[in-house]
């Protein structure tokens, strides 16, 4: 049994939300974004989020946010419509203790439910712990761009990372 829980988030969780997204900024590890984001400007995207596309909270058992999962669209085109990209941002002081693999597995068990049948995952190739924990789920590389992002004057690959689910 796991020792978190998840709820679909509630505009009132996206403070914390983009708490959690900005505490991972400075590391330029997880995100291409290089300065915080507000909460205002992240309403809209909360807002895109619904019943087939759910941004999830999870907490730990005191009720505290400890991390989040978000299912977006991959492509607006219509013919990527079971393809979602999936974000993952847990608290720094969760990191490591099992929440990534809570998370990702709650996503690939809801798959079906949700009516995907692929999942994307976005990853920076120097992101050592993201590529290891969805490689262990059974996501493939099915890209890499080498050098799209500059980090710090940094040039950084991306991978894409895949799993089929679907029929």
Known sequence: MSLFSKKNATLEDLPRIVEIYNSTIAGRMVT????????ESRVDWFHQHHDTRPLWS???EKGEMVGWLSFEDFHVRAAYRKTVE???YIDEKYRGQGLGSTLLMEAIQAGSTLNIEN???LIFSHNIPSVNLFTRFGFDQWGHLPQVAELDGVKRDLFIMGKHIGK
Do not use: E, H, K, R
């Open 32 to 39: 291409a974004d290089l300065i915080p984001v507000t909460v």
């Open 58 to 60: 999870f907490f730990n």
């Open 86 to 88: 999936l974000s993952i």
């Open 119 to 121: 999942f994307v995952g």
